[in-house]
């Protein structure tokens, strides 16, 4: 069966609930395709930075507070620490907390708000195949699906993205970073955690997390694979020197982050790439539920005005990237080898000097209000600009 629509949004996480909510509040006929069931399991930390929250304040009308209130939020903490196995290289006071969230609650919240402004969801369904100029997305019933046009935020493992003729698959697949995390009861984790920490020095190129929650500890590591390690050798290690009793771990899941492989070029016919299946996570922290929500409103927005105006959004959409994202991208992943470098050469305490020499200015910069490049102030184009 072929059924039409103005947008295809393949992938209900955050890139492509922003895109849907942005769109179904203005009157499009929005369909939305997930190959899960919602809620689902989804691996990840669950932070939320500033930028993170103002951006939900401007797609979903949703703020911290309301969040929290109906506890999609679960924990919040100003206070921060960044270790080795062997010290504290730097701690402090953040400019604002971190949130954190629960993805499965979060993703699910997210994506009843876009069906509440009338975007529709084909849940259980996977997308087997998507030809861009077409605008047509193949569903595994065998219904097709087509479209003006098509976002595709299907997550690092994306079937949209395959149909992009133009990025390159060999930097992408080198660039996909191993995960690997667990959520442990706060009674199995042997010392009380109040706030985030991040441990860096056993990998090469990677770092670890330990996250509070209300009810557990988060816990987990990420890292590119420069001389072919064994993430899950690596993980039990991780969890011995953090003093976990293993037996009271279970079986270890991973997943591929992008790492710095975003595609420069998301566009091809009528399909744009969104969040994880453009590649675009920060890579020096890898923060990536931020870049999602923002490329799915970018996306969303791109068709609005293009729709408004009669032309193609993809040049918009692209611009747009350019302009706010990528900048953002380039100037951390520069900054991440520096200091993976500097680490690799004189060890940690480089790292512990870096951080402490401009703490304040560094915490900002994490939350996005300064800029990855030179610490400038970031004036993010999708909140109301100061007037004057």
Known sequence: ???????????????????????????????????????????????????????????????????????????????????????????????????????????SHLLKLAEQAGAKSILGTAVTACDPEAGEVVLSNGDTLRGKHVIGADGANSTLRASHPRHDRKRFREGMAPAIEVALPKDAFPREVSFPELYVGFLDAGYGWVFPNKDRVIVGICGLRRNKENFSVLFEDYLAKLGVDRSLVGTLHGHPLPYGNYISDPVHKRLMLAGDAGGFVEPLFGEGIFFALCTGLFAGESILEAEAKRISPGPLYSRRLHREIVPELKASDRLRWALFLSMRYTGTAALGCFVRTGASPLAEMVHGMRSYSLLRRKEWDFLPQPSG
Not at 69 to 85: M, P, R, T, V, W
């Open 1 to 107: 069966m072929l059924s039409e629509h103005d947008v295809i949004i393949v992938g209900c996480g955050p890139a492509g609930t922003a895109a849907a909510v942005t769109l179904a509040r203005r009157g499009l006929d929005v369909v939305m395709v997930d190959r899960a069931h919602f809620p689902r399991k989804k691996l990840c930390g669950g932070l939320l930075t500033w930028k993170a929250v103002k951006l939900l304040e401007v797609a979903f009308q949703e703020s911290a507070a309301s969040l929290i209130e109906q506890g999609i939020i679960n924990y919040a903490s100003d206070l921060y620490a960044i270790k080795s196995f062997d010290t504290i290289l730097a701690e402090g006071e953040l400019p604002y907390p971190f949130h954190f969230v629960d993805r499965s609650a979060f993703d």
